[in-house]
């Protein structure tokens, strides 16, 4: 029973991650009273040379938190207030609403209303996020706002902001002071944050004294911004630069298809081979384990649950945000606002929807109106890493895990992941006008003169989106692009050309700190000499941004390895997933997704024979 009990808790897991999986997790910081500072003039007068710079975070990157009935900040065990993104996990309410139904499905091998309990479970974590039908929040969260310069941030507000985006790792010759970040709720309502935006901009403008400024939207903050854009056109004369990092321009292909109902996951047959080695979120044990364990239950039933927890979440919560329609690529976006909000009572959100779809078929000419008004316009674009494999086209253009290509490079040309534009393939040129310029990748997979901006679009070969805040290379070009004026183009640096290699320092940084803070005189010289070697390695590879991502890992393996040796660091050791692939391999080829239950007898007694190893 207690192996049932671990199965059972491996199902809902993988439940779960198949439904938190679109949003990547958010943690609330920890509590800290908010700064009730109010907002300053800043020591410049207005009088200096730098543009006073707003960022406009992505998917769950503010700090949305849970309020009870008062108003007042829901609190965990430990005091700190608890985060409302992507979802409100309540451990004793999904135990106590799944607990029942889940062992009697399992006795009887029947759905004992564990799909209605799966859609339950959805609703109590989500719920809080659904908009009524006129795509406003309800009252059970709050977005804690920064209506004032960094500068003034609290430590609290700087670990909020931090947890997200990590200046305080990165030097910029921005003043502090000229320092903002617009909180929103990534579930709110999209108009608002439009014109909320624009108000943050003239709040920015009267605190600093500046009259014009830099935007920095991140994913999902570019449909906010382009949505600005087209609301309050007069905005051209307040920019100028606008500095787009994996912007959401046109949407994610994933919420396309999941809105168009084309989910991989539903299919058994994916589910049960290949759907957790294809996420690429797992380790291949744990991946297989899942699959294994997940047997415990007929495959019909399992399908029945999780397609039950989807229509909960797009039917309950997502299709009543407007902000999630934002995300809606519009190619996908008629057929899916067709399926969803046909209805009279979804007549008001669909009013809304229909008002953004036409931001985004007016978005890049937008663009090119700023460029032409004089705002600078910059783009950094991720490349060469399929979309996460929820929706079925995650694999059928490029894209950086998240969102396709075409969406954050306003259009470029290029070939699939893995593969290269075919032989003899002539740059194109619609958006370049210099016959000098090479816009083809060395690799030959991008051809980045049919992106709209193709002198100031930087591409990052296999980055992963949600993980771009590790990049050290585009943290740098940011910190430049927001203080200076001196980088103009791709050509402008040899440092930062158009095409870089993705990268992640995450654990690369820590690593070179700890290396660095040991007394070194006091180890064997081997050791010392061996330690000294790694920490030069890794500081040239962070000085170089041509290092790619093996290049990365090495200097990590030397610093590890190094670090082990003087008793630092312990080896670390991934589980073996051998005996479990080629057990979930061999169920899958001799019983496809049933479940142990619809298996005949003698298979089951072949089974367990192969398990104790008889
Ligand atoms: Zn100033
Ligand atoms: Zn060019």
Redesign the pocket.
Known sequence: MKRSLQHILALLLCAALLLTALPFGAAAADAQPASETEGKRTACGADCPYYPTIIVPGLGQSSTIVIDENGDPVLDKDGNKVSSFPAYVQTGKLVGRLLGPALLSLVTQRDVGLSKAGADAIDICFGLNACDLNGQLGNQVMTEKFPYSYAEYSEYDRDVVNHHIPFEQYPTDLPRDHLYYFEYNSFGNHIDLANELYDFIQMVKAQTGHDKVNLVPLSQGASITSAMIEYHPEIADQLHKILFVVPALDGSKIIGDVFNGRITFLNPDYLYSGFLEDMRLLDEHTARLIEVAARILPDELIAKVLSSAVDELVGGVMIRSTSMWALCPSADYPSAAEKYLSSPEMAEIRRQTDRYYQVQLHARDNILALKEAGVQIFDLAEYDFPLINVGESWNKQNGDFIIQLDSTSMGATSANCGETLPEGYVQQ?T????P??N?ISPDNVID??TGLL??TTFYFKNNRHDLTQHNDTILKIAMNLIAHDDLT???SDPDFPQFLPGRNVSKLKPLLAQAKELDTTKLPPAKADALNDAIVQAQDVLAHTDGTMEDIAAAEQALTDALVAVGEAEVEKEKDPTFLRNLSEWLYRNFGANGYSEFPRTALQKLFGKLLGR
Do not use: G
């Open positions: 040129n958006h370049c006008t210099n000098a310029h816009h980045a003169s193709p002198d183009d791709v050509f």
